[in-house]
């Protein structure tokens, strides 16, 4: 696939990948991707990425049902960041069970939980 090509992943073959909400706009995800999980991300119209901690590829969802649909694939103006723009399925992207992993947000010096669990972890992993 020649688009490929002109994706610079760095020395370690990855890439970082960022999944929004196609309809709201809500970044709700950050993960990484080498060449054969954007590969399949493209084939299967699905998120797909690579686990740095499990050295191994994973489809978003495989394990919780959450899966993400692609609905348009961006790069930046370096060719050096993945946007997927996505339909989130079963509302929650975050392991934590929450809609995005953005859910803590600066207030002064601390960092402030602003989003509610969806659902309790244990009830989505066991």
């Known amino acids: 696939m020649s688009a490929l090509k002109?994706?610079?992943?760095?020395?370690k073959g990855l890439i970082p990948a960022i999944s929004q909400?196609?309809?709201?706009?809500?970044?709700?995800?950050?993960?990484?991707?080498n060449q054969e999980s954007l590969k399949l991300t493209i084939k299967k119209?699905?998120?797909?990425?690579y686990s740095r901690s499990r050295q191994k590829i994973w489809f978003k969802g495989e394990e919780s049902?959450?899966?993400?649909?692609?609905k348009?694939?961006?790069?930046d103006c370096d060719n050096d960041v993945i946007l997927l723009k996505i339909e989130q399925i079963g509302g929650i992207s975050c392991h934590t069970g929450r809609i995005s992993c953005f859910f803590q947000q600066l207030d002064k010096k601390n960092w402030k939980i602003i989003t509610?669990?969806?659902?309790?972890?244990?009830d989505i992993y066991g």
């Open 72 to 75: 348009e694939i961006f790069t």
């Open 116 to 122: 509610n669990m969806i659902k309790n972890p244990r």
């Open 21 to 33: 909400d196609f309809k709201t706009g809500e970044i709700l995800m950050f993960a990484w991707m």
């Open 6 to 11: 002109q994706i610079k992943f760095d020395e």
């Open 45 to 49: 119209q699905q998120a797909v990425y």
């Open 65 to 70: 049902g959450h899966i993400q649909h692609i």
